[in-house]
């Protein structure tokens, strides 16, 4: 089942780089994951379903990544990350309203899981300032930064950020 779901997803983010999300269909992504539509249905109900879980499923992978990095480090790894997204590329000059959606989208699952796993790398590190971490990564989402300008812009946030 957690292949499965696995395979979808994959066949989501090909679906998203390859067509953008509004033009892709649920047969679209079901193609890309080498699955019978009924099989994507009996995991997901619409294509937004879709996009959630791999929201999610693109945090979590990102979080995992970052977890045992220092602070500076991680966030200089989690923004070239984003910087560099073949989907969240994608989104930025193909179809920016609906990135702009996944940025304001404070209530989406996607969004709940970053700030879930920024609080809990500022928790380790001792530190405080979730908002400000998410709106700078968050940024990179729009605006792909260098990699000096990545590096610099995490010291200098990881610098100013309040402690415990």
């Not at 997901?44 to 929201?55: P, Y």
């Not at 920024?118 to 979730?130: E, F």
């Not at 908002?131 to 990881?158: K, M, Q």
């Amino acid at each position: 089942m957690a292949r499965t779901r696995s395979g979808l997803l994959a066949g989501a983010l090909r679906a998203v780089r390859e067509q953008g999300p509004q033009h892709a269909t649920m047969a679209d992504i079901a193609g890309f994951a080498g699955v019978a539509k009924a099989t994507l249905y009996n995991h997901f109900r619409t294509k937004d379903d879709v996009w959630s879980a791999l929201i999610a499923a693109e945090v979590e992978t990102l979080a995992a990544e970052c977890a045992q990095q220092p602070l500076a480090a991680a966030l200089e790894h989690a923004a070239a990350r984003l910087s560099a997204h073949p989907a969240v590329r994608r989104l930025a000059t193909a179809d920016p309203a609906a990135l702009a959606g996944l940025v304001t989208g404070s209530d989406a699952p996607g969004w709940q899981a970053a700030r879930q796993a920024v609080r809990t790398a500022l928790d380790a590190a001792g530190r405080r300032g979730d908002d400000i971490v998410l709106r700078w990564l968050s940024s990179h989402l729009t605006t792909p930064g260098s990699p000096d300008a990545i590096r610099e812009g995490a010291a200098a946030l990881v610098a100013g950020l309040p402690e415990h």
